[in-house]
Nanobody, 119 residues
Framework: QEKLVAAGGGLVQPGGSLRLSCAAS????????MSWYRRAPGKIDESVAR???????NYAESVEGRFTISRNNDENALYLQMNSLTSEDTAEYYC?????????????WGQGTQVTVSS
């Protein structure tokens, strides 16, 4: 019954900000690398940001400097602060938990939240 549920999406104007959250249940995220992905019409899925279980972060070039990924293991939650939003950021955003055990990958995917950037 491992679950990940994203929330916080909505309609915002260009240049605006949103803060997404991903709440985990049924497992502890502390041992997992956590990522945000997004899916837009006509485009392949894009890895937006990743934060490892040790706190290292990576970002896609398209969001570098505008988005910040963070985690709170005590709250069992993942966050994505999105600033200076543009229409190119319009997509469904969802989170993923990954870890390696003995070289084998364990992976969980969550429900997405829609972000629409429009005037």
């Amino acid at each position: 019954q491992e679950k990940l549920v994203a929330a916080g999406g909505g309609l915002v104007q260009p240049g605006g900000s949103l803060r997404l959250s991903c709440a985990a249940s049924g497992f502890a995220i502390s041992a997992y690398d956590m990522s945000w992905y997004r899916r837009a019409p006509g485009k392949i899925d894009e890895s937006v940001a990743r934060i490892t279980n040790t706190g290292r972060t990576n970002y896609a070039e398209s969001v570098e400097g505008r988005f910040t990924i963070s985690r709170n293991n005590d709250e069992n939650a993942l966050y994505l602060q999105m600033n200076s939003l543009t229409s190119e950021d319009t997509a469904e955003y969802y989170c993923c938990a990954e870890r390696l055990v003995g070289g084998l990958r364990s992976e969980y995917w969550g429900q997405g939240t829609q972000v629409t950037v429009s005037s």
